[in-house]
């Protein structure tokens, strides 16, 4: 159908703020809408002066060295190559070169195939976990699982567990380059995941930490989702000898029971799930899983 019409792509300006916005709330739906004053080096790609397409990294808040890429065409435009072409374009004229990301919410089933066809891979899948902290399994818990709080009243430090679990979430989404852990965006996330050491636990051999999972009991946005208890960070040494399962059931029972000792009824859980299915890893866990995005890199970019 639109084959045959010219398709033009422009660097957005100032001026064409209310065309972003405007191409942004007909292509995405509100849950799954970005945020344009994010946007970084936005293209706008036209039909006869008519914006039809929109291209733009937006920051990567959670890492300094790469970017997510946004791609949105009118619904009425799309299967024509234009996606592929204003993508293209965003790349080539990209002021760094650095690793390019994509999330992808999991209703959207249309736009994975058109980011898989552009040569993006899934590295990540996200989960959300509901716990029932009533049902939670009442076998004695793994006597070399402690508490932060045990392990710090012992002598341990905890950084080594922030360490770890620094190192782990970088492993687990592929950066690279790695965020070094001086950057400031680290005090930052650690600070804001408000650890509670009475409900954070962790399996150390000596200094080495081989699992570790962080409790939260106030952050605020726990109180507006009913939920007093969260776990936060979650984490096991995949190069150990003991099994991944093991590790995880071992840390995580022991922090959900002193969750539920201390009153606590329900709690939820976000996981990143690489190349191991949760439902392997958490099936003794009363749970309703929900996934919420898969996250995609751009493989053989530009050099």
């Not at 200094?207 to 208890?229: H, M, N, W």
Request: net charge negative; proline share 5%; with cysteine.
């Amino acid at each position: 159908m639109h084959n045959g019409e010219v398709f033009q792509i422009f660097k957005a300006t100032d001026t064409d703020s209310e065309t972003v916005k405007d191409l942004i709330s007909r292509c995405f739906s509100p849950l799954t809408s970005p945020r344009s004053q994010r946007f970084q080096d936005p293209l706008i790609g036209k039909i006869d002066g008519v914006p039809v397409a929109l291209a733009a990294f937006t920051k990567n808040e959670l890492h300094p060295h790469s970017k997510k890429v946004v791609v949105a065409v009118l619904p009425e435009f799309r299967r024509n190559g234009f996606g592929s072409r204003i993508h293209a374009k965003l790349i080539e004229v990209a002021s760094t070169i650095t690793p390019v990301f994509v999330n992808c919410d999991e209703s959207q089933h249309n736009e994975k195939a058109f980011f898989r066809k552009l040569n993006y891979q899934p590295v990540l899948t996200c989960h959300s976990l509901e716990l029932n902290l009533n049902q939670i399994s009442k076998e004695n818990p793994n006597p070399e699982v402690k508490s932060y709080y045990e392990l710090e009243q012992s002598g341990f430090k905890l950084d080594k567990i922030n360490d770890f679990l620094v190192e782990r979430y970088i492993e687990a989404h592929q950066w690279n380059p790695p965020c070094e852990k001086e950057n400031a965006i680290w005090k930052m996330l650690l600070e804001d995941q408000k650890v509670d050491p009475r409900h954070s636990f962790a399996w150390v051999e000596g200094d080495r930490v081989l699992a570790a999972s962080d409790g939260q009991t106030e952050r605020a946005f726990l109180k507006i989702l009913g939920l007093p208890f969260a776990v936060g960070w979650v984490y096991v040494d995949r190069h150990s000898a003991i099994s991944e399962t093991e590790l995880y059931k071992s840390v995580l029972l022991s922090q959900l029971q002193e969750a539920a000792r201390s009153g606590f009824s329900t709690s939820y859980l976000e996981l990143d799930s690489t190349d191991h299915p949760v439902d392997q890893l958490l099936n003794w866990l009363p749970v309703k899983k929900h996934e919420i995005c898969e996250i995609y890199r751009l493989q053989d970019q530009i050099s």
